[in-house]
């Protein structure tokens, strides 16, 4: 038993406790005063007591833990691994809720004024609230959730590894979306605004947006990937889109040029057979072939594979 009985600062970790004891239930000068309660590595541990003044409460690897008291003026509450917990209170004034790894949690209250919301490897939640004002939202490896909300101002969203979902809403002012790992998802929405996208491992994902202004494209192991919108400034990230045919200039070089190469070679092998029927038809001789149809048909394949790839695969001819 952990009996709660002297403070040290604004500041305590409990490690190691089968119960957090006090008689006052919380009205005695013992917990006034502490602003952050660390609850670790409990394996007995079922409650915590409601401790006025409390603003940060962050309970690890506490297996029986079933409930969270409504402590008003509480700023922060964190958990993880802890298997029991069902549910969580509307606590008034919550800027920050993340739980990781309560597969109990089925839902999450719809709190007002909370900013941050990171639900994180919780398979039993199945949908998410719209919460007005919400900044951020990481729902990584949530497999029960089908859609998420549109909220008006989220800059943040996180849905990494929700295989359930089939889309993305179109929310204005969002600044970064991760949905690598999304199975399902086949499109994702113009977002005005959007500054990095993170779309990697989306086997059903064929092309990505113009989005003017967006900086960074993270978008490895797309298989389906056909076209990567032609955004000035744009980084690409990426590797294995075995489809892609078109991109920003350089952008095949970088992406898929291994996976390319030979396509090109059978493309330019094509081209050069074509070109010599033709040219056997017309009784045209080969060597006397028009240096600017030559050039014209080299200056196609750039743009559509890069000029790094075409000029390689002359090379290796």
């Keep these: 038993m952990c009996v709660i009985c002297k403070c040290n600062g604004d500041y305590q970790r409990l490690m190691g406790c089968q119960k957090i004891n006090c008689k006052c239930n919380g009205d005695c000068q013992r917990l006034r005063g502490w602003q952050e309660i660390i609850c670790e590595n409990c394996p007995e541990l079922t409650e915590v007591p409601y401790i006025e003044g409390l603003e940060h409460l962050l309970c690890s690897n506490c297996p029986k833990l079933t ?128 500054q990095v996208l993170s779309c990697h491992s989306c086997p059903g994902l064929t092309r990505t947006p113009y989005i003017e202004g967006l900086q960074v494209l993270y978008c490895w192991d797309c298989l389906g990937l056909t076209e990567i919108a032609h955004i000035k400034g744009l980084r690409v990230y990426g590797r294995n889109c075995p489809r892609l045919i078109s991109g920003p200039p350089g952008t095949l070089r970088q992406v898929n040029l291994r996976e390319n190469l030979q396509r090109v070679k059978k493309r330019l092998r094509d081209i050069i057979c074509t070109l010599q029927v033709f040219c056997e038809e017309q009784r045209f001789p080969i060597h006397e072939f028009p240096d600017s149809l030559q050039i014209g048909t080299l200056k196609t394949l750039e743009q559509v594979f890069g000029t790094t790839a075409v000029q390689r695969c002359m090379i290796q001819q």
């Design 67 to 194: 409930q969270i008291p409504q402590i008003k003026g509480l700023q922060e509450l964190r958990f993880w691994n802890c298997t029991e917990l069902t549910q969580i209170p509307h606590i008034e004034g919550l800027e920050w809720l993340w739980c990781s790894n309560c597969p109990g949690l089925t839902h999450i209250p719809q709190i007002k004024g909370l900013k941050k919301l990171y639900c994180v490897d919780c398979s039993g939640l199945t949908e998410i609230p719209h919460i007005k004002g919400l900044q951020e939202l990481n729902c990584w490896n949530c497999t029960g959730l089908t859609e998420i909300p549109q909220i008006e101002g989220l800059q943040v969203l996180d849905c990494n590894d929700c295989s359930g979902l089939t889309e993305i809403p179109h929310i204005e002012g969002l600044r970064r979306l991760d949905c690598a790992y999304c199975l399902r998802l086949t499109r994702i929405p113009h977002i005005k605004g959007l």
